[in-house]
């Protein structure tokens, strides 16, 4: 199992576009989902580059209409970038974000009221109905409607006022990795639009070398060890900003390796269903540094004590020396960042584990690239 706990040596930054070559022609095995996890950092750099004046013109909109909240609907991994959206959006901007419920619109005919506030859709592709449901809606009401999507002529983008655009690129495997990442930057960077400190855009700026060096630290991972690829089921844990993170690393391990994946915060995992952890039975607990560290890293003895494998992911030495499988991000993000980062030795976990079991992650069964839900 990995034991590395510690970022890369100081030296000359290599450029988003190296990063994608060291992971993927080095000894990472080949695949297009394997390849996409490696272009982040590029993906990312473009995001930063090209979505800034469009996160800046959607906060000015924001501010000119005061909405009283903020309503984000989704599906899938763009669900999970809207539960970081409600941390993101309320720690930061100290508005009220919730996740609408798609099928009052479609389903029972019966939507709540939008006039006062903003709603904003988050769709890869911005062909699922009943996103651009709600985003019809919002618009008869006089609600202010936004567009997070890689497509920009897309039913979705037709459907909001403003749009912000992904430029992830265009991402081919099944399982979404590129644009959930420039998903979840937009989104910071419309949070920093927002608020308006030169810091945040400081911070946002370290976003593509940082996830190169994740990339760097997690070359070697390998999740063949029997008790993770014997396994069926396993929990993921997070809290706070990644909570988000819990939701989508479960995903994608349920995607690509057919395991039951229960996601869950720290403190709900308490009320319940830590009760089911034992030997035999994984569980993923994801810790950056913040606020939610302790809460989460806590776990790791009861996990001991059951016989539970624990693989962390985390920049904290203590949390990562005490798991069996160690997946390590860069020291030094902050902790409203630290989603894009965490979230990428997950997807290469899944990768990982899912090949371990014999199974082809680019090709996971009864899936398709676009879901259309109603």
Known sequence: ??????????????????????????????GMLAQEIGEQPAALERQLLDGRSSATAVAAAIRSRNPQCIVMAAR???????????YLLGAHNR?????????????????????????????QSGRSPDIVAVLDEAREQGALGIAVTNDTSSPLARAASHCLPLHAGPERSVAATKTYTTQLCALAMLSAALED???RWSELARLPELAHQTLLLNAELNAADERLSASER??????????????????????????????????????????????????????????????????????????APVIAISDARA?????????????????????LLSVI?????????????????????????VTETR
């Open 1 to 30: 199992m990995s034991t590395s706990d510690s970022t890369p040596p100081a030296g000359p930054s290599p450029s988003a576009n190296e990063a994608s070559r060291v992971t993927v022609e080095g000894t990472r095995p080949a």
């Open 76 to 86: 899938g991994s763009s669900d999970n970038a809207a539960r970081y959206a409600q």
């Open 95 to 123: 508005l009220l974000v919730s996740l609408a419920t798609p099928s009052l619109f479609t389903l029972y005919g019966a939507p709540p009221h939008l006039a006062h506030a903003a709603v904003i859709g988050v769709s």
């Open 197 to 199: 400190r030169p810091s």
């Open 234 to 307: 396993l929990f993921v844990i997070g809290r706070g900003f990644n909570y988000a993170t819990a939701f989508e690393v479960a995903l994608k391990i349920k995607e690509t390796g057919y395991l039951v994946a229960e996601p869950y915060s720290s403190a709900d995992f308490r009320h319940g269903p830590s009760a089911v952890v034992g030997r035999g039975f994984p569980v993923v607990l994801i810790a950056p540094s913040g606020r939610a560290l302790n809460d989460v890293a806590e776990l790791t003895e009861l996990c001991r004590r059951r016989g």
């Open 319 to 339: 949390a990562l020396g005490s798991a069996d499988l160690q997946l390590p991000i860069p020291t030094g993000v902050p902790e409203w960042l630290s989603p």
């Open 345 to 369: 030795p997950g997807q290469l976990f899944a990768v990982s584990l899912a090949r371990s079991r014999g199974l082809d992650p680019d090709n996971p069964r009864g899936l398709s690239k």
